[in-house]
């Protein structure tokens, strides 16, 4: 049928569901134009159309529509809004109708405060007058923004506009699965692509229990790149809770039972009946898609809806493979057995069917981890990623919080040489030279590290130096195990400039080796050159003519475009203050302005971009950033740093499978980076793919066994998917690699704490502290001493970690913990609790979606008493993390507060069940009136842990 008539038809079809159901069939009837023929077939028609719920397939539909369109007897009241292309709403431009449907009209805007296309969907002009219509649609607004998924359409703002809601959302550039199939079925590798997207985007909204229920080829948009975006979330709801002990708000969008919600062919059987739905019902429709997309037709092709009716209820589909061959065999199990009458026969979950269509890559979900964004920082060549993934661990009691797993270090071993070079001191001061000396340290530390491959020699990423603010070699020795250090300094004399460096043994504070040049400042790529073949004629690394060919390519052949970029380097790397972030960007644009083709300059730039928008939130600088990094990769699609600013630019906007492209693209060059494993495994792990991780995070170890960062980050993802042991395994390399490194111990104290070793871990978080005070070993170590009943003591390192960072609402809520259970500090816990309140709101006004910091704030509303806010919170946090361990541990203390023993247990159980550790719930003195209780005492000690 033409694409127009269809469009008729659905017209008339909404039309025709904004009136009661006799109005309905008056107003199609009176569409045969006086036919008495066609009336009483489109009335007979239309009442069992009625039954169904849906018109959209109807020959009913088609018949008034057709007649419609010929008579042009659309009532005015229910035609289209006049909205015109060029009208602003708030801050958005429209620019073009994209279409409409029941739910209303989509257009192409332009955001002008952001500077990006979006689309703008607004209701029909009269669902104000249908309060449930006018719910759907705001339910549709608030289903798809509480996920957060690659395969989602994400969901900006909603607005208002002269009384008038609207959505604003990702434009998708791309086609409809609907009008992907019409010509015939996809090909085997694309089914694959686009089932594998859908079931993870399914996967990401049942976690969240959300129930689309109008899954269907006009929902799915494929865009260019081949990536799936589910749309149109008008008709989810949010589902019930398996416990029937839950309080009734955690069921705000329950449908009432009976009604039919959903599109005719693609409606599971009990949807159909008009049965209760779950997530089983989405699946049925996952494998109708699959089926479609395989085989290009519709599993029941039926046109007469009875008909069509009684194929869903009663007859099996066609087997897949006899209409396209080409299906392996375990695609068309797959297929059947998601479109089973029976829900209890099918697929049980979205994971489960990826585990069959996919085997290679299926995971079971991670437990969530408790991260703290941290900075991401490209310096050059060379890039220290600290995302967040690795920031931060939960540590877990009533003490509840962070066990932090930080940057890494590196100690020798014997043949082993761990280089590490300083920033370089500028000695006639001024802001300029001092940048352009560290941009040349900077870019040094790359040149060796490039020479130094299948040597003896590992170069400690300049990133990490800067990380933890090693300024002298007595610290990298302590910190990062390095048993040589370069350290140099520049002196400007007119027009030329003296650069002197020297090779150090760190343990002995002997010169080994040092050199001094004079050269003209105006030639920076000579100077940069002398000091790179230098520094390896001191470290004994080979400079034959392909290694100069290597070093003297500087991406540029403007000397001031060079020393503008070394400028800029050198600013990124003093990031914290933010004038240098603003002097980094205009040090880039300078080079830029002068070599339009400089790809390092526009991936240094993309960084520079990135930086400023982690300074500020403001998502202006996202476009910035991204528009640097692809140009970057454009103008040199070899070069390493260009694809590891996409990469990491995609990381953090959520983007991860384009990611693991990126960072894919970096390992194929420059198979030793150390920061593009660290950014493959976040993106795997963040698309659930633990195995993929992994053996990332391992091939990361053997690129460079003798650095402890991977080793730090495998622990990290151990802790992440409750692997204790193995993660006690991995410090345990980290401290023997470094054991001036205090970051290492603490992690191992949280490690041993988790394996209830109180003992171990409390002499493990001392160490640290003797090594380097932190508020993170001061927390660990109170919260050791918490679990072991000593209260008091607990209090005061909590204090002292309060002292140092005194707004993180995580310590205060420890703090409040401590004093709680102290004798006589009943009035000093109320206080630490509502500062804990007070900083975790400010934190939910940055990111509202923390569901760490929702489920902490409603600890702490429940602890001074505020039952319905720590309730509301409570239901917030649980929606956005439903599987989260911590997150059913706060629901535990929240509901045990609240006098609601039975609901307490049951979250207690779940808790445990998803990896909360059975030690700390035995020492949390808040469940010390149940040590008695039956129900608790086969909780703690129930095998199933």
């Known amino acids: 049928m033409e694409r127009k008539r269809w469009d008729e038809i659905e017209r008339l079809y909404h039309a025709a569901l904004e009136l009661k159901d006799k109005e309905r069939l008056s107003f199609l009837a009176s569409a045969c134009a006086g036919d008495e023929l066609l009336r009483r077939e489109v009335e007979s028609l239309l009442q069992s159309d009625a039954q169904a719920g849906s018109f959209i397939e109807s020959p009913a539909i088609e018949v008034a529509a057709r007649s419609l369109a010929e008579n042009e007897r659309l009532p005015k009241s229910l035609a289209s809004s006049s909205l015109e292309p060029g009208a602003v709403i708030s801050h958005y431009r429209l620019i073009s109708r994209l279409g409409a449907g029941g739910m209303g009209e989509v257009y192409r805007a332009r955001d002008t405060m952001l500077g990006r296309d979006v689309a703008l969907k607004f209701p029909p002009e009269d669902f104000p007058l249908d309060p449930e219509k006018l719910e759907r649609f705001r339910r549709e607004a608030w289903a798809a923004s509480a996920l957060n998924h690659p395969n989602i359409c994400t969901i900006y703002e909603i607005g208002e506009h002269e009384g008038r809601l609207f959505i604003a959302m990702e434009l998708i550039e791309g086609k409809t699965l609907a009008e992907k199939v019409k010509d015939?079925?996809?090909?085997?590798?694309?089914?694959?692509?686009?089932?594998?997207?859908?079931?993870?985007?399914?996967?990401?909204?049942?976690?969240?229990?959300?129930?689309?229920?109008?899954?269907?080829?006009?929902?799915?948009?494929?865009?260019?790149?081949?990536?799936?975006?589910?749309?149109?979330?008008?008709?989810?709801?949010?589902?019930?809770?398996?416990?029937?002990?839950?309080?009734?708000?955690?069921?705000?969008?329950?449908?009432?039972?009976?009604?039919?919600?959903?599109?005719?062919?693609?409606?599971?059987?009990?949807?159909?009946?008009?049965?209760?739905?779950?997530?089983?019902?989405?699946?049925?429709?996952?494998?109708?898609?699959?089926?479609?997309?395989?085989?290009?037709?519709?599993?029941?092709?039926?046109?007469?809806?009875?008909?069509?009716?009684?194929?869903?209820?009663?007859?099996?589909?066609?087997?897949?493979?006899?209409?396209?061959?080409?299906?392996?065999?375990?695609?068309?199990?797959?297929?059947?057995?998601?479109?089973?009458?029976?829900?209890?026969?099918?697929?049980?979950?979205?994971?489960?069917?990826?585990?069959?269509?996919?085997?290679?890559?299926?995971?079971?979900?991670?437990?969530?981890?408790?991260?703290?964004?941290?900075?991401?920082?490209?310096?050059?060549?060379?890039?220290?990623?600290?995302?967040?993934?690795?920031?931060?661990?939960?540590?877990?009691?009533?003490?509840?919080?962070?066990l932090r797993i930080s940057p890494p270090a590196n100690q020798s071993t014997a043949g082993q040489r761990q280089l590490a070079v300083l920033p370089f001191t500028a000695i006639s001061g001024g802001s300029e030279d001092d940048a352009f000396s560290r941009g040349l340290a900077e870019t040094l530390a790359a040149?060796?590290?490039?020479?130094?491959?299948?040597?003896?020699?590992?170069?400690?990423?300049?990133?990490?130096?800067?990380?933890?603010?090693?300024?002298t070699a007595k610290q990298a020795a302590k910190i990062f195990g390095a048993n040589l250090v370069l350290t140099g300094s520049l002196e400007r004399f007119g027009n030329s400039v003296r650069i002197s460096y020297t090779l150090v043994d760190p343990s002995s504070d002997r010169q080994i080796s040092a050199q001094t040049l004079t050269l003209p400042i105006s030639d920076p790529f000579d100077l940069q050159d002398r000091v790179v073949e230098g520094s390896a004629g001191m470290l004994g690394l080979p400079f034959h003519e392909a290694q100069r060919r290597q070093v003297e390519s500087h991406g540029t052949q403007n000397s001031t475009a060079f020393q503008n970029y070394l400028e800029g380097l050198g600013y990124l790397q003093n990031?914290?203050?933010?004038?240098?972030?603003?002097?980094?960007?205009?040090?880039?644009?300078?080079?830029?302005?002068?070599?339009?083709?400089?790809?390092?300059?526009?991936?240094?730039?993309?960084?520079?971009?990135?930086?400023?928008?982690?300074?500020?939130?403001?998502?202006?600088?996202?476009?910035?950033?991204?528009?640097?990094?692809?140009?970057?990769?454009?103008?040199?699609?070899?070069?390493?740093?260009?694809?590891?600013?996409?990469?990491?630019?995609?990381?953090?906007?959520?983007?991860?499978?384009?990611?693991?492209?990126?960072?894919?693209?970096?390992?194929?060059?420059?198979?030793?980076?150390?920061?593009?494993?660290?950014?493959?495994?976040?993106?795997?792990?963040?698309?659930?793919?633990?195995?993929?991780?992994?053996?990332?995070?391992?091939?990361?170890?053997?690129?460079?066994?003798?650095?402890?960062?991977?080793?730090?980050?495998?622990?990290?993802?151990?802790?992440?998917?409750?692997?204790?042991?193995?993660?006690?395994?991995?410090?345990?390399?980290?401290?023997?690699?470094?054991?001036?490194?205090?970051?290492?111990?603490?992690?191992?104290?949280?490690?041993?704490?988790?394996?209830?070793?109180?003992?171990?871990?409390?002499?493990?978080?001392?160490?640290?502290?003797?090594?380097?005070?932190?508020?993170?070993?001061?927390?660990?170590?109170?919260?050791?001493?918490f679990c072991e009943g000593r209260y008091k003591e607990s209090a005061e390192w909590f204090e002292r970690a309060v002292q140092?960072?005194?707004?993180?609402?995580?310590?205060?809520?420890?703090?409040?913990?401590?004093?709680?259970?102290?004798?006589?500090?009943?009035?000093?816990?109320?206080?630490?609790?509502?500062?804990?309140?007070?900083?975790?709101?400010?934190?939910?006004?940055?990111?509202?979606?923390?569901?760490?910091?929702?489920?902490?704030?409603?600890?702490?509303?429940?602890?001074?008493?505020?039952?319905?806010?720590?309730?509301?919170?409570?239901?917030?946090?649980?929606?956005?993390?439903?599987?989260?361990?911590?997150?059913?541990?706060?629901?535990?203390?929240?509901?045990?507060?609240?006098g609601r023993r039975a609901l307490a247990l049951d979250y207690l159980k779940r808790a445990r069940d998803g990896g909360y550790p059975v030690q700390s719930i035995r020492t949390d003195p808040n469940w010390k009136n149940l040590q008695n209780d039956p129900a608790f005492q086969r909780l703690i000690n129930s095998r199933n842990q």
């Open 447 to 471: 040149k060796l590290t490039q020479l130094s491959r299948g040597h003896s020699l590992q170069v400690v990423p300049v990133g990490d130096l800067y990380e933890q603010h090693i300024t």
């Open 184 to 402: 015939g079925p996809l090909t085997i590798e694309e089914v694959m692509a686009n089932a594998r997207q859908i079931a993870e985007a399914l996967e990401e909204a049942h976690e969240h229990n959300i129930v689309h229920r109008d899954l269907k080829p006009a929902n799915v948009m494929v865009t260019t790149k081949g990536r799936v975006k589910i749309l149109d979330f008008g008709l989810a709801k949010l589902e019930r809770p398996r416990n029937p002990a839950e309080p009734s708000e955690e069921n705000l969008l329950q449908t009432q039972v009976g009604a039919i919600m959903g599109t005719l062919p693609y409606m599971a059987p009990e949807q159909l009946r008009g049965e209760t739905t779950d997530a089983r019902t989405d699946l049925y429709a996952l494998g109708e898609l699959i089926y479609e997309m395989a085989t290009g037709q519709r599993p029941f092709p039926e046109t007469q809806t009875k008909q069509l009716m009684d194929a869903i209820l009663n007859q099996p589909p066609r087997p897949p493979r006899e209409l396209n061959p080409q299906i392996p065999e375990n695609v068309e199990a797959a297929i059947l057995k998601a479109m089973a009458k029976d829900p209890s026969e099918r697929y049980q979950s979205a994971a489960e069917v990826l585990a069959d269509l996919l085997p290679q890559t299926a995971t079971a979900g991670a437990a969530g981890l408790r991260a703290a964004p941290n900075r991401i920082a490209i310096f050059g060549v060379t890039v220290g990623v600290i995302l967040a993934l690795l920031a931060s661990l939960l540590l877990v009691p009533a003490v509840r919080r962070y």
């Open 575 to 785: 990031y914290e203050k933010a004038e240098n972030i603003d002097n980094a960007i205009s040090s880039f644009q300078t080079a830029l302005n002068i070599d339009a083709s400089y790809a390092l300059a526009y991936a240094g730039l993309g960084q520079a971009y990135w930086s400023k928008y982690m300074a500020t939130k403001d998502s202006v600088w996202v476009d910035q950033a991204r528009g640097s990094c692809t140009h970057a990769v454009n103008l040199d699609p070899k070069l390493p740093a260009s694809h590891l600013c996409l990469g990491i630019l995609e990381n953090g906007t959520g983007e991860y499978e384009k990611a693991i492209r990126e960072f894919q693209s970096v390992l194929e060059s420059d198979p030793a980076n150390t920061s593009a494993y660290e950014g493959l495994a976040t993106a795997q792990y963040r698309l659930k793919r633990t195995k993929e991780a992994e053996a990332t995070y391992q091939r990361a170890i053997k690129a460079a066994p003798h650095y402890w960062s991977p080793y730090n980050w495998l622990g990290t993802f151990y802790f992440a998917v409750g692997d204790n042991e193995k993660a006690a395994e991995m410090f345990k390399k980290v401290v023997e690699l470094a054991p001036g490194n205090h970051l290492g111990y603490y992690n191992l104290c949280a490690a041993q704490y988790l394996l209830g070793s109180f003992t171990e871990a409390e002499a493990t978080c001392r160490k640290s502290i003797a090594i380097r005070p932190s508020s993170t070993a001061y927390s660990n170590l109170g919260t050791v001493l």
């Open 804 to 898: 140092l960072r005194s707004k993180d609402p995580i310590l205060w809520g420890n703090l409040g913990d401590a004093y709680k259970w102290s004798q006589g500090e009943e009035s000093r816990a109320r206080s630490a609790y509502r500062k804990a309140a007070e900083l975790a709101r400010e934190g939910l006004r940055v990111n509202p979606k923390s569901s760490q910091l929702l489920g902490a704030l409603a600890m702490y509303e429940a602890e001074t008493s505020n039952i319905g806010q720590a309730m509301h919170d409570l239901h917030r946090a649980l929606l956005l993390a439903p599987k989260d361990f911590q997150i059913m541990y706060d629901a535990a203390v929240v509901y045990r507060l609240a």
